[in-house]
């Protein structure tokens, strides 16, 4: 079974560029997360997807990053307008169904804006 | 409120011997589950082993076994026979059937030394 896969692995912008990060889930898995990782932190939260619709963005930088995830699978992150402070790893994450179920994550995409 | 912490920031032994990383858990939720997961160098996140809050038996996978002593709130990670590439930081999380989002500790990082 193929893990949850993303790209790009790595971006390096200027700030004041956009980037788009994207996410192809497990098979099946009908919740997609979308976490922010800065530096020596744990990650942190930024939009999370029951199939099509979004079920809390309320951690989204509304003005400069959105998410979407049209078909209730592959999932787009795009930031507008990048700045400094975005500078963090993100991560993709899905799972299956009910709350207990086990949260598998994506290798990441690694931003820096210069 | 519900909080994860993890008070080791830095742990360093020797391959082939036995590690335990401390984890602190809060919440009012009866039932909840509890996760370890390793970020290795290149910033995957992967899933190791968890504890749901109903069994008593302690989680065991592979070289990983937890300790969950709930009337303490704590559940501990086990590594026995550690390899240079158990080398990594290692995040506690939980989750309650209350609240979907998955609340992580601040990772503990482990070093093997030859």
């Known amino acids: 079974e193929a893990g949850v896969t993303q790209s790009p692995r790595y971006a390096v912008l200027q700030e004041g560029q956009a980037v788009s990060f994207w996410c192809d889930p497990i098979?099946?898995?009908?919740?997609l997360y979308w976490y922010q990782q800065p530096r020596d932190q744990g990650p942190q939260l930024l939009v999370y997807f029951r199939d099509e619709a979004v079920i809390d963005n309320s951690q989204l930088p509304s003005d400069r990053f959105s998410a979407v995830r049209p078909k209730g699978t592959n999932s787009t992150l795009k930031i507008q307008s990048a700045k400094q402070g975005d500078t963090a790893t993100y991560l993709c994450?899905?799972?299956?169904?009910?709350?207990?179920?086990?949260?598998?994550f994506g290798a990441g995409t690694r931003l820096s804006v210069l | 409120a519900q909080k994860v912490t993890q008070t080791q920031t830095s742990i360093s032994v020797v391959e082939k011997t036995t590690v335990t990383m401390d984890c602190v858990y809060e919440t009012r939720d009866s039932s909840y589950f509890l996760f370890w997961y390793k970020q290795t160098a290149s910033g995957e996140i992967v899933f190791l082993i968890r504890?749901?809050?109903?069994k008593k038996e302690n989680a065991t996978v592979g070289h990983y076994s937890l300790n969950f002593q709930k009337p303490k709130s704590s559940i501990g990670l086990i590594i026995t026979a550690t390899q240079i590439e158990d080398s990594a930081v290692y995040f506690c999380?939980?989750?309650?059937?209350?609240?979907?989002?998955?609340?992580w500790g601040s990772g503990t990082k482990l070093i093997i030394k030859p």
């Open positions: 504890q749901d809050s109903y």
């Open positions: 098979s099946g898995h009908d919740t």
């Open positions: 999380a939980m989750r309650t059937h209350s609240n979907y989002q998955l609340i």
């Open positions: 994450a899905s799972r299956l169904g009910q709350s207990q179920n086990t949260l598998y």
